[in-house]
């Protein structure tokens, strides 16, 4: 018998389980700790690794387990069911060595992700909504990865910087988005308002452009961002503008779930190798 499990297969599971989101999402945090020099907390860092997993497959996958039982899942969904619980249950015990403040600010991200799935109007989710999709995911990507980490840490001052860092993460994930909303424009209902569907293929690459201009616009106005802040955020928005540039209809299968989320974690490194040689 063959117990070699082919790479294509564990390259799927590392996608459809929503490991690489949830290294994205973490790579963000780790920008935020690095941009204001944050010693890293290893627990808070698991804790919203291990957060994103659980929620993005409640989000994903909640729809079609409400509908079976676990042993008429298929293979694939019972494994990636399997993680979830066990990531589910990393969260719960890195939460529980957090501040309570971060415990109450995750919580409020929590309540919105649930309210993304859940009915919450006359059988409608927030998701559902004309135009509000995009911006309750930039929302939360933002509280997650710039609230927390600053909330949890001791001798942070709450001043413009993390409120810009705020904003600049809120548009830098509504571009991030822009790919997968092109891809899913075949299927998504006219209901959801997409930028695609508003405005076309080609002005969302243009909004997208635009955006970008204005996250590095703001990054003039903080008071502790250098040289290497700036040169490294350049860099991840340009090479952002050249994946929404190339985004079509019909993608490769991996283009936006792979290739646009990894855009986090190459920004991650560069801007760590950055504060390391300086």
Not at 137 to 161: K, M, R, S
Not at 212 to 235: C, H
Request: glycine fraction near 6%.
């Amino acid at each position: 018998m063959n117990v070699f499990i082919p790479a294509r297969k564990i390259f799927d599971f590392y996608i459809n389980s929503s490991i690489h989101v949830a290294l994205a999402v973490t790579a963000f945090t780790g920008i935020t700790l690095l941009n204001f020099e944050i010693s890293p907390d290893a627990g808070l860092l698991l804790f919203i690794f291990f957060g994103t997993v659980t929620g993005y497959n409640f989000v994903k996958y909640a729809g079609i387990a409400k509908f079976h039982q676990l042993d008429d899942l298929s293979k694939n969904l019972r494994v990636i069911f399997s993680f979830s619980i066990l990531c589910f249950t990393g969260m719960i015990y890195y939460a529980l060595q957090q501040p309570v403040s971060v415990i109450i600010a995750a919580g409020l991200m929590g309540v919105l992700t649930l309210l993304y799935a859940l009915p919450v109007y006359r059988e409608k989710n927030i998701r559902s909504f004309t135009g509000v999709k995009i911006f309750v995911i930039a929302f939360v990507w933002a509280g997650a990865t710039v609230i927390l980490p600053v909330t949890g840490a001791t001798g942070i001052n709450w001043h413009t910087d993390v409120f810009l860092e705020f904003i600049q993460r809120m548009l830098f994930v509504i571009v991030l988005t822009l790919p997968f909303e092109i891809r899913d424009l075949r299927f998504d209902s006219v209901q959801l308002g997409t930028i695609p569907q508003l405005i076309g293929i080609r002005k969302t690459r243009i909004a997208g452009i635009v955006i970008l201009l204005a996250v590095v616009f703001i990054e003039f106005f903080k008071t502790q961002s250098g040289a290497g802040e700036m040169a490294v955020l350049v860099f991840a928005a340009i090479l952002t503008a050249v994946l929404v540039q190339k985004s079509v209809l019909r993608q490769n299968r991996y283009y936006a779930s792979f290739w646009v989320e990894g855009v986090p974690v190459v920004w991650w490194v560069l801007l760590f190798l950055i504060k390391s040689i300086v």
